[in-house]
C-alpha cells in the first residue's frame, strides 16, 4: 500500500508544481537574488579552490613514489615548501601582475589587499568575495612549480630550486597568465584555454624542460652507448594514491574554472565539466595500458598513472565543449602521447624523473589544439600562437634564472651527495630510517630533546 500512496504523493507534487512555474508570481519569486548568486559563487571559488590545494598532497605522494627511498624527505619538503612560497608570492605580486590593469602584456606590480567594501554595503553587483576569486586564482599557481619539482628532482640543491619557485610563481607564470586570463593580447585575439592546458601545465613544462636540460642527468641514468638505465621509485602504492588525489583534485580544476555557479545553466556546465574532466582521465589510462602491452607486451603501471594524467591536462584547456565521448578520445590521445614521448626523451638523454614534461607540456600543447575540434568558437592558428607565445617566453625567461642561479649559487648536488641521497645530504634525515643504514646524524633533532 505504501507504494501507491508514494506515487499519489509525487503526481500531486508534478501538478502543483506544473501550476505554479505557470504563474507568473512563481517565476518572479523563482529568479536567485543577487546575493543568493554572490554567496553561491564565492562557495565554487572556496570548495574548487580547497579541492586543488588537496592536488598539492597529490604532488608530494606521486613524486615521493616515484623518486627513490633516499631522496623522498626532500621531495616532500619541497611541495610543501613551494605551494607556501606560491602563496606568498601571489600575494605580494603575483596576483595584480596576472589581473590588476593588464595593459595587454602585464598587469600592475603592486600588493594585493581585498576590496569588498561594496558587498558588506548591500552591493552584491561584483559576483563574488574578492578573496574567494584571490584563493581560487592563487592554488593554481603552485601547480606550476610542481611540475618544475618532480622533473628536477634527486640532483637540484634545496634553496636554488626554492629561489627559482619564487621567481616562477611570482612573475613568470603572472606574465604569461595576464596575456589570457588577465585580458591581454591573447584573450584579444580569442585564444581559448578554459582551465590552463597550456596557461598552467605547459608553462610549468617549459620551465621543467629548461631545467633539466640546464642541469643535466642524474649520475647513472644514460650509458655512454645510450642506453637508458631505470631507476625505479620508492613506491608504487603510493604514487597510485598521489594519482588519485590528483584526479580528485582536478574537478575543482577544471570545474571550478566556469567561474560561477549562481544559476542553473552554471550548475549544468560544472557537471558536464566533473564528467568530461573524470572521462578524460579514464581514456588516458586505457590507452596507455593498451599501447605498453602492445609495444612492451607488459602494462607499465608508472605509464598508465601518467596515462590517467595527461588524459586530465589534455581535456584542461576545453572540458566544457566536449561531449563524453569526445572527453574520452581526447584525453585517450594524451595517454598515447605520454607513452611516446617518455621514452624520447630518455633517447634525448633528458631525465625527468617523474615523466612531468610528458605528462603536462606534451598534453598540454595536444589539449590546447584539440579545443577547435569541440568549440567552433575556438582557432587553431590562434591556439597555435598562444602556445608558441608562451612556450618562447617561458623558455627564454626560465633558462635565464636557472643559468644565472648555476653559475652563482650552483643548481645541482655534488657527486658524492647525489650518490648519498639529498635527504642525509641536505635534510639530515631519511623518510624510511628503518629501511636505511644507520648513516644519518640525528645529532642536530637530539640537541632539542632536553
Same mark, same amino acid.
Given at each position: 500500500?505504501?507504494?501507491?500512496?508514494?506515487?499519489?504523493?509525487?503526481?500531486?507534487?508534478?501538478?502543483?508544481?506544473?501550476?505554479?512555474?505557470?504563474?507568473?508570481?512563481?517565476?518572479?519569486?523563482?529568479?536567485?537574488?543577487?546575493?543568493?548568486?554572490?554567496?553561491?559563487?564565492?562557495?565554487?571559488?572556496?570548495?574548487?579552490?580547497?579541492?586543488?590545494?588537496?592536488?598539492?598532497?597529490?604532488?608530494?605522494?606521486?613524486?615521493?613514489?616515484?623518486?627513490?627511498?633516499?631522496?623522498?624527505?626532500?621531495?616532500?619538503?619541497?611541495?610543501?615548501?613551494?605551494?607556501?612560497?606560491?602563496?606568498?608570492?601571489?600575494?605580494?605580486?603575483?596576483?595584480?601582475?596576472?589581473?590588476?590593469?593588464?595593459?595587454?602584456?602585464?598587469?600592475?606590480?603592486?600588493?594585493?589587499?581585498?576590496?569588498?567594501?561594496?558587498?558588506l554595503a548591500g552591493d552584491f553587483s561584483g559576483g563574488y568575495s574578492a578573496t574567494s576569486d584571490w584563493f581560487f586564482q592563487m592554488v593554481f599557481v603552485a601547480t606550476a612549480a610542481s611540475i618544475?619539482?618532480?622533473?628536477?628532482?634527486?640532483?637540484?640543491?634545496?634553496? #636554488?630550486?626554492?629561489?627559482?619557485?619564487?621567481?616562477?610563481?611570482?612573475?613568470?607564470?603572472?606574465?604569461?597568465?595576464?596575456?589570457?586570463?588577465?585580458?591581454?593580447?591573447?584573450?584579444?585575439?580569442?585564444?581559448?584555454?578554459?582551465?590552463?592546458?597550456?596557461?598552467?601545465?605547459?608553462?610549468?613544462?617549459?620551465?621543467?624542460?629548461?631545467?633539466?636540460?640546464?642541469?643535466?642527468?642524474?649520475?647513472?641514468?644514460?650509458?655512454?652507448?645510450?642506453?637508458?638505465? #631505470?631507476?625505479?621509485?620508492?613506491?608504487?602504492?603510493?604514487?597510485?594514491?598521489?594519482?588519485?588525489?590528483?584526479?580528485?583534485?582536478?574537478?575543482?580544476?577544471?570545474?571550478?574554472?566556469?567561474?560561477?555557479?549562481?544559476?542553473?545553466?552554471?550548475?549544468?556546465?560544472?557537471?558536464?565539466?566533473?564528467?568530461?574532466?573524470?572521462?578524460?582521465?579514464?581514456?588516458?589510462?586505457?590507452?596507455?595500458?593498451?599501447?605498453?602491452?602492445?609495444?612492451?607486451?607488459?602494462?607499465?603501471?608508472?605509464?598508465?598513472?601518467?596515462?590517467?594524467?595527461?588524459?586530465?591536462?589534455?581535456?584542461?584547456?576545453?572540458?566544457?565543449?566536449?561531449?563524453?565521448?569526445?572527453?574520452?578520445?581526447?584525453?585517450?590521445?594524451?595517454?598515447?602521447?605520454?607513452?611516446?614521448?617518455? #621514452?624520447?626523451?630518455?633517447?634525448?638523454?633528458?631525465?625527468?624523473?617523474?615523466?612531468?614534461?610528458?605528462?603536462?607540456?606534451?598534453?598540454?600543447?595536444?589539449?590546447?589544439?584539440?579545443?577547435?575540434?569541440?568549440?567552433?568558437?575556438?582557432?587553431?592558428?590562434?591556439?597555435?600562437?598562444?602556445?608558441?607565445?608562451?612556450?618562447?617566453?617561458?623558455?627564454?625567461?626560465?633558462?635565464?634564472?636557472?643559468?644565472?642561479?648555476?653559475?652563482?649559487?650552483?643548481?645541482?648536488?655534488?657527486?658524492?651527495?647525489?650518490?648519498?641521497?639529498?635527504?642525509?645530504?641536505?635534510?639530515?634525515?631519511?623518510?624510511?630510517?628503518?629501511?636505511?643504514?644507520?648513516?644519518?646524524?640525528?645529532?642536530?633533532?637530539?640537541?632539542?630533546?632536553?
Amino acid at each position: 500500500m505504501n507504494i501507491p500512496m508514494k506515487k499519489t504523493g509525487l503526481a500531486a507534487l508534478a501538478g502543483t508544481a506544473v501550476l505554479a512555474i505557470a504563474s507568473p508570481a512563481f517565476a518572479q519569486d523563482a529568479g536567485v537574488s543577487a546575493e543568493t548568486q554572490y554567496i553561491l559563487n564565492s562557495f565554487s571559488f572556496l570548495f574548487s579552490g580547497a579541492l586543488v590545494m588537496w592536488m598539492a598532497a597529490g604532488f608530494a605522494m606521486l613524486e615521493s613514489g616515484l623518486v627513490r627511498t633516499k631522496n623522498v624527505s626532500t621531495i616532500l619538503l619541497k611541495n610543501i615548501s613551494l605551494f607556501a612560497v606560491a602563496g606568498i608570492m601571489y600575494y605580494l605580486i603575483g596576483y595584480n601582475l596576472m589581473y590588476m590593469d593588464v595593459t595587454g602584456w602585464i598587469g600592475s606590480i603592486s600588493l594585493w589587499s581585498a576590496d569588498d567594501a561594496a558587498a558588506l554595503a548591500g552591493d552584491f553587483s561584483g559576483g563574488y568575495s574578492a578573496t574567494s576569486d584571490w584563493f581560487f586564482q592563487m592554488v593554481f599557481v603552485a601547480t606550476a612549480a610542481s611540475i618544475v619539482s618532480g622533473t628536477v628532482a634527486e640532483r637540484i640543491k634545496l634553496w #636554488p630550486f626554492m629561489i627559482f619557485v619564487v621567481v616562477l610563481t611570482g612573475v613568470l607564470y603572472p606574465i604569461t597568465g595576464s596575456w589570457t586570463w588577465g585580458g591581454g593580447w591573447l584573450a584579444e585575439m580569442g585564444f581559448a584555454d578554459f582551465a590552463g592546458s597550456t596557461i598552467v601545465h605547459s608553462v610549468g613544462g617549459w620551465a621543467a624542460l629548461t631545467g633539466a636540460i640546464i642541469l643535466g642527468a642524474r649520475k647513472g641514468k644514460y650509458g655512454a652507448d645510450g642506453s637508458v638505465h #631505470p631507476m625505479p621509485g620508492s613506491n608504487l602504492p603510493l604514487a597510485t594514491l598521489g594519482t588519485f588525489v590528483l584526479w580528485l583534485g582536478w574537478f575543482g580544476f577544471n570545474g571550478g574554472s566556469q567561474l560561477a555557479m549562481g544559476t542553473g545553466a552554471d550548475v549544468i556546465a560544472i557537471a558536464n565539466i566533473y564528467g568530461n574532466t573524470s572521462m578524460a582521465a579514464a581514456g588516458g589510462v586505457v590507452a596507455a595500458a593498451i599501447l605498453t602491452q602492445i609495444l612492451y607486451k607488459k602494462v607499465d603501471l608508472t605509464m598508465a598513472l601518467n596515462g590517467a594524467l595527461a588524459g586530465l591536462v589534455s581535456i584542461t584547456a576545453g572540458p566544457d565543449t566536449p561531449t563524453i565521448g569526445s572527453a574520452i578520445i581526447i584525453g585517450a590521445i594524451g595517454g598515447v602521447l605520454v607513452v611516446v614521448a617518455v #621514452p624520447l626523451l630518455d633517447k634525448l638523454k633528458i631525465d625527468d624523473v617523474v615523466g612531468a614534461v610528458s605528462v603536462h607540456l606534451v598534453a598540454g600543447i595536444w589539449g590546447t589544439l584539440a579545443v577547435p575540434f569541440t568549440n567552433d568558437g575556438a582557432s587553431f592558428g590562434v591556439q597555435l600562437t598562444g602556445i608558441v607565445a608562451m612556450g618562447a617566453f617561458t623558455i627564454v625567461a626560465s633558462s635565464i634564472v636557472w643559468l644565472i642561479l648555476k653559475f652563482t649559487v650552483g643548481i645541482r648536488l655534488s657527486e658524492e651527495d647525489e650518490a648519498m641521497g639529498s635527504d642525509a645530504a641536505e635534510l639530515g634525515l631519511e623518510a624510511y630510517p628503518e629501511f636505511g643504514k644507520g648513516s644519518v646524524s640525528y645529532t642536530h633533532l637530539r640537541a632539542h630533546e632536553t
